[in-house]
């Protein structure tokens, strides 16, 4: 009875992982930007694992010898109709698609707000010219020569 306890919680901490690490992948790749490519992205992997998962319901592999190479027996345990295959298609994807969702929209978000920031703090850093530039100083500078600001006064070299 402990076992059994102890095992289902490990299950559930597996599948708060797998949650999780979706969620990170989506929040990462929808931070650098992208809102739909991270979207659609993200529901082609899930799609892609949830079928996987839909198709192989009801068989397992066994008497692996060399699973390097691929010589398990798949032994088909019972036929899943298709109810049952929908059903597992559809808990996948809710397992890893939703979290990819939540992900994506908090770093669009986050994305957004750096991009606003970087602009603000860009305005903030650029010098605003409020006075003319003599004539005197441009010309120094076209021909290369060092002066001192205090006086505008050319440098000995």
Same mark, same amino acid.
């Given at each position: 009875?402990?076992?059994?306890?102890?095992?289902?919680?490990?299950?559930?901490? +597996?599948? *708060?992982?797998?949650? $999780?690490?979706?969620?990170?992948? *989506?929040?990462?790749? *929808?931070?650098?930007?992208?809102?739909?490519? &991270?979207?659609?992205?993200?529901?082609?992997?899930? /799609?892609? !694992? /949830?079928? +996987?998962?839909?198709?192989?319901?009801?068989?397992?592999?066994?008497?692996?010898? @060399?699973?390097? $190479?691929?010589?398990?027996?798949? #032994? =088909? @345990?019972?036929?899943?109709?298709?109810? =049952?295959? %929908? /059903?597992?298609? !559809?808990? %996948?994807? &809710?397992?890893?698609?939703?979290?990819? !969702?939540?992900? &994506?929209?908090?770093?669009?978000?986050?994305?957004? +707000?750096?991009?606003?920031?970087?602009?603000?703090?860009?305005? =903030?850093?650029?010098?605003?010219? &409020?006075?003319? #530039?003599?004539?005197?100083? !441009?010309?120094?500078?076209?021909?290369?020569?060092?002066?001192?600001?205090?006086?505008?006064?050319?440098? /000995?070299?």
């Amino acid at each position: 009875m402990i076992k059994n306890e102890i095992f289902r919680a490990l299950g559930y901490l +597996f599948i *708060a992982y797998i949650a $999780y690490f979706s969620w990170k992948t *989506a929040y990462d790749a *929808a931070v650098k930007g992208g809102l739909k490519k &991270t979207l659609l992205k993200g529901f082609l992997i899930c /799609a892609g !694992i /949830a079928l +996987f998962s839909a198709f192989n319901l009801g068989s397992h592999s066994e008497s692996c010898d @060399d699973p390097i $190479y691929g010589s398990c027996e798949r #032994v =088909q @345990d019972y036929e899943p109709t298709n109810e =049952q295959r %929908f /059903a597992s298609f !559809i808990y %996948f994807m &809710t397992l890893l698609y939703l979290p990819a !969702i939540v992900g &994506t929209i908090k770093g669009n978000n986050e994305f957004k +707000f750096k991009k606003n920031n970087d602009l603000k703090n860009d305005s =903030q850093k650029a010098p605003k010219i &409020t006075h003319k #530039v003599p004539n005197k100083i !441009i010309e120094m500078a076209r021909a290369g020569v060092k002066y001192k600001k205090e006086n505008n006064l050319p440098l /000995a070299d």
